[in-house]
């Protein structure tokens, strides 16, 4: 058996994005822990169980080093990465199937995927570093019409560039992680790296998220988990689904994240806001569902749904642990008119984000986890981060969903080279999604990763930055 042959039949449950003249695959490893670890099965909590069956896709890119071979690198992270999965031992189990609809992880020490892999480009080909189906190339894809038991938790990539750089590209399954626990993640095998010792140990027990409380009086909604809104004369989203998406990254300076941010407050009405002036994510998330709706052209009848994660880590009571490590962001939505949204100031918008985000209290989280627990099937809940996809709660035209990483450890990760030249989420999933990440010179700037219809993206684009 060849090396190509060996390598196919090694990684069939991948599916290959590597062009032949960008990305050539040159060697895969199954990372496991260099220690025992406990085995067996893992609970999953009902808000785990929520999130899209799919991998959460990040790209660091690390600038060009006359001392570092990719040998080098290769070895220190593979190295590193299997003391780091000693620690963070869920990540090298697999998923399985129980009743009910529902998962719970097999730790069984299979291990990361971990791929090396040459690239004819060079850093400066990436350009603003736009998720595309460029950068998409240096993350490994999952064929997930796979069984569920054989997909790694954990995908890894390195990628060397003709110039002498490279990329570290990571696929984290969204089930076990939401980005505050990766970006814990990522920091701590960072710092085994460097051949520190770790520093914060996750909190893996998940039970901690049994909340069960028969005497609660429920406060959910559950109109944040009904299907979006449709398009006014369609019995479906089949056609929207298949319209052909484009991604651009937006950037925003201080000064105009500031502007927004004062316009939102120019007629916030205190009563109903609790006195807080609107914040920079809530203005700005304001203006792109103001701006989507604009360049959409809906009828002003036209129901529009906006969905946004909440970290309820704190909001708790008591908090959950600081290292807990588990998805702990409740997706909260709230609906209003197109033309409401349009017609009205910016407050409008930023008003309604503001109640649903307020509205995520310790009762509330209770009793949301009581109304999932009591679900027959939660697999009708999930979302698909797969462009194209026929699977799954599309959150399209006439909506958007907006996800704040303005907060998340994004950046800073050092292997022992220096530190990320740039970080970007490795792809943007369907139409009307957005990433607010912060600026990556920590000037108080915003960059957005953002996916609309082709036909809508000129008219948003002008939206977007004369409307400020």
């Keep these: 058996m060849n ?16 062009s032949p003249t960008m990305v050539t695959l040159k060697a895969s490893y199954m ?63 697999r998923l399985q199937w129980i009743a009910r609809g529902r998962l719970q992880i097999n730790c069984n020490s299979m291990g990361a995927q971990f791929f090396e892999a040459e690239s004819e480009a060079k850093i400066d080909d990436f350009g603003d570093f736009c998720p595309s189906s460029k950068i998409r190339a240096l993350i490994p894809s999952v064929d ?39 970006g814990h993640f990522i920091s701590e095998w960072a710092r085994i790296a460097r051949g520190k010792k770790p520093e914060n140990f996750p909190f893996l027990d998940r039970t901690i998220l049994q909340l069960e409380d028969p005497l609660l009086k429920t406060s959910f909604d559950i109109s944040d988990f009904n299907p979006p809104p449709l398009l006014i004369g369609h019995s479906n989203n089949t056609e929207e689904r298949n319209k052909k998406t484009v991604v651009v990254m937006l950037k925003l300076s201080k000064e105009q994240i500031n502007k927004l941010k004062n316009k939102a407050n120019e007629y916030r009405n205190s009563e109903t806001s609790t006195n807080r002036a609107f914040t920079r994510y809530e203005s700005v998330t304001a203006h792109l569902w103001k701006c989507a709706c604009k360049a959409r052209q809906h009828e002003s009848k036209q ?56 509205n995520v209290t310790d009762e509330y989280i209770r009793s949301c986890f009581v109304f999932l627990k009591n679900e027959p099937d939660l697999s009708k809940f999930r979302y698909f981060h797969i462009v194209g996809s026929s699977q799954g709660v599309f959150q399209g035209n006439p909506n958007i969903s907006v996800t704040d990483w303005t907060r998340l450890p994004l950046y800073g990760a050092d292997f022992g080279w220096g530190k990320e030249i740039y970080m970007v989420p490795g792809a943007i999933g369907f139409d009307g999604k957005a990433f607010i990440l912060p600026g990556r010179d920590e000037d108080s700037s915003f960059l957005i990763p953002w996916r609309l219809q082709e036909t809508h993206m000129d008219a948003f684009k002008k939206f977007f930055y004369d409307d400020i």
Aim: aromatic share 10%; with cysteine; net charge neutral.
């Design 3 to 18: 090396v190509t042959q060996a390598l196919n039949n090694q990684n069939s449950l991948l599916l290959s994005f590597f």
């Design 31 to 93: 990372v496991k822990p260099t220690k025992e670890t406990p085995t067996g099965l893992m609970y999953l909590s009902e808000f785990d169980q929520l999130v899209a069956i799919t991998h959460a896709p990040t790209v660091y890119f690390y600038q060009p080093s006359g001392e570092l071979t990719l040998n080098s690198v290769i070895h220190t992270l593979k190295d590193s990465l299997s003391k780091a999965l000693i620690i963070f031992y869920p990540l090298a189990g």
């Design 144 to 182: 997930y019409d796979r069984p569920i038991h054989e997909l790694p938790l954990l995908l890894v990539q390195v990628t060397k560039f003709s110039c002498g750089g490279f990329s570290l590209g990571l696929g984290i399954s969204h089930i076990l992680a939401d980005g505050e626990c990766a």
């Design 303 to 358: 129901l529009t749904k906006i969905r946004i994660p909440v970290n309820f880590r704190s909001r708790l009571q008591p908090p959950l642990p600081k290292w807990y490590f588990g998805c702990a962001a409740l997706p909260v939505a709230t609906t209003t008119t197109s033309g409401d949204i349009v017609s009205k100031p910016l407050s409008y918008a930023a008003e309604k984000l503001r109640e649903v985000i307020e």
